[in-house]
């Protein structure tokens, strides 16, 4: 079975400084996906970036950054200069390669409050 | 629409009613699914869809669930004879394929009395 674990559950910052949110999963399998996806108050979830299994390059998109390691069963991901409108829950997840089922396993979510 | 469209957005009911909440993906994508978020169980995965098909339907909590979906489409989950723990968020998410990234709608958010 799969688990991904989100150790912190709350986070607060001040505007413009940098947060890292840590994500640790657990699989068996050799070929998976990792992903995380932003729920604003308003409860969408938005898809954020998606990473598979073979390829441990790191990933910068503006503000956002994400560091995978296999090693140590990591996908964190930082928010450089943290900005009110970061404020949200963010989720963790794990899909297979197994089929074209690819069901999420998510963790417990973190949420993220960015004070002006 | 360009999004994955849920209703109603909101569902409040008596404990013991039927309730059916509908999911209409984006267009052309073939892999459906639905989870369940609450409080204490977090984000739970219920059911998976490829076409009108359910290879998945690990995550149904009991049998007073179900799904289906017509045409390819929209999506149906119903709960029967619903209970208090039922209440949560249930959301809906497809994708073009199962390997593609999911969309998500807004959910239903299902309050059971």
């Known amino acids: 079975a799969q688990k991904v674990t989100q150790a912190q559950t709350e986070i607060s910052v001040v505007e413009k400084e940098d947060v890292t949110l840590d994500c640790v999963y657990e699989t068996r399998d050799t070929t998976y996906y990792l992903f995380w996806y932003k729920q604003p108050p308003s409860g969408e979830l938005v898809f954020l970036i998606r990473?598979?299994?073979?390829?441990?390059q790191n990933e910068i998109s503006g503000r956002y950054s994400w560091n995978f390691q296999k090693s140590t069963s990591s996908f964190n991901f930082t928010i450089t200069a943290s900005q009110v409108v970061d404020s949200a829950v963010y989720f963790c997840?794990?899909?297979?390669?197994?089929?074209?089922?690819?069901?999420?396993?998510f963790g417990k979510g973190i949420t993220l409050s960015v004070r002006p | 629409g360009a999004g994955v469209s849920q209703s109603p957005s909101n569902k409040v009911t008596e404990k013991g009613k039927d309730v059916e909440l509908r999911c209409d993906p984006i267009?052309?994508?073939?892999?459906l699914y639905w989870y369940r978020q609450s409080l204490g169980q977090g984000l739970e995965f219920l059911i998976y869809?490829?076409?009108?098909?359910?290879?998945?339907k690990s995550g149904l909590p009991s049998d007073r669930f179900s799904a289906e979906r017509t045409g390819g489409s929209v999506s149906t989950l119903t709960i029967q004879r619903t209970q208090q723990e039922d209440s949560a968020v249930y959301l809906c998410?497809?994708?073009?394929?199962?390997?593609?990234?999911?969309?998500f709608g807004d959910g239903t958010r299902l309050s059971i009395l």
């Open positions: 997840a794990l899909s297979l390669f197994t089929g074209a089922n690819s069901k999420l396993t």
């Open positions: 869809f490829q076409g009108n098909s359910a290879p998945d």
């Open positions: 998410a497809s994708s073009s394929t199962g390997y593609q990234p999911q969309h």
């Open positions: 267009s052309g994508h073939t892999a």
């Open positions: 990473r598979n299994s073979f390829d441990e």
